[in-house]
């Protein structure tokens, strides 16, 4: 067990007197501690957690100093598409919501047939410690991921997560927070990501990336990355192409700013030497959890 896990638990131990002494052992090798005010359980605990995260994350370098062997690992792992998180029924007009909404009652269920099978929900995070060898890889294993930070990602996606203690990972189009109400706030988007989700980027206005200039270009991939860091106070380590649309110009920034990516492109197998073209399994609003078999690790 690391150091930094072990102090976690020490630390936990303290809790419920006055004051706290949160530490952990740095990357370093330093021993690192913060005296906290009296707060609840809960909140001292979230505390330590999102200081181990950026402890960890925060130093990362997306291209340098992965090893020969990381650059070699692959995995079949699943990573599921979630769009929209709503009932909406199949003979509504706009087939296209329809097309990419799932209804939170099934999301429900397949959390339900992930406990029955033992099959494990990671983030970006997880993979980022299994593939450095700080983290045991489940025997079976999806990624959640809910794209464009939509608000019923925070009104329907997060309380069905929250019940059945499940990680995934939210890809925000960070230019949408606050300013249009369809999509999730910046206080529930800090909510999220305190609460342990996975904050990525989905860059800051979801434009067709492969067509816009070089100034452009980079304000969408790396402001959006600055935007929401500010927000939540940790790093970000994923992006996902908007529209599943990039070139050799947009892979080059997002290597220079993040360690994975996601695609739209269908499949399950991940090479972290293709680590910028992850592939995905899209979710429609029929998808029936016994469905999920048919994939090599969740049979």
């Not at 909140?43 to 062997?69: C, D, G, I, Y």
């Not at 329809?98 to 970006?124: G, M, N, V, W």
């Not at 192409?241 to 080059?252: C, E, S, T």
Request: with cysteine.
């Amino acid at each position: 067990m690391e150091k930094s896990k072990i102090l976690l638990v020490l630390s936990a131990c303290f809790l419920g007197i006055g004051g706290v002494l949160l530490a952990f052992w740095g990357a370093e090798g330093k021993l690192k501690a913060v005296l906290c005010a009296p707060a609840s359980k809960a909140a001292q605990v979230r505390a330590l957690t999102r200081m181990v995260w950026r402890e960890q994350l925060e130093n990362f370098s997306p291209e340098e100093h992965r090893t020969k062997q990381e650059e070699q690992q692959s995995f079949t792992l699943p990573i599921l598409m979630f769009h929209y998180i709503q009932d909406i029924p199949a003979t509504t007009k706009d087939q296209l919501g329809y097309r990419l909404s799932y209804a939170p009652q099934k999301l429900d269920k397949l959390l339900d047939f992930f406990e029955e099978h033992a099959i494990t929900p990671l983030t970006f995070r997880d993979l980022k410690a299994i593939v450095e060898g700080r983290q045991t890889p489940p025997k079976r294993a999806v990624i959640l991921s809910f794209d464009d930070g939509h608000l019923d990602h925070y009104t329907n996606a997060f309380p069905v997560l929250r019940k059945h203690h499940a990680k995934a990972v939210f890809f925000v189009i960070a230019g949408k927070p606050d300013q249009d109400p369809r999509f999730a706030t910046r206080d529930q988007i800090r909510e999220l990501a305190s609460a342990g989700f996975e904050i990525g980027s989905h860059s800051v206005s979801h434009s067709n990336l492969a067509s816009l200039g070089s100034k452009r270009l980079r304000e969408e991939v790396f402001e959006s990355k600055a935007r929401i860091e500010k927000e939540i106070g940790l790093p970000v380590l994923s992006f996902c192409y908007p529209a599943g649309r990039y070139d050799a110009r947009v892979l080059k920034l997002v290597k220079e700013g993040y360690l994975f990516a996601r695609t739209t492109q269908p499949g399950t197998f991940l090479q972290m030497k293709r680590r910028y073209q992850l592939p995905t399994v899209r979710v429609s609003p029929t998808l029936q959890p016994e469905q999920l078999k048919r994939y090599r690790n969740l049979d």
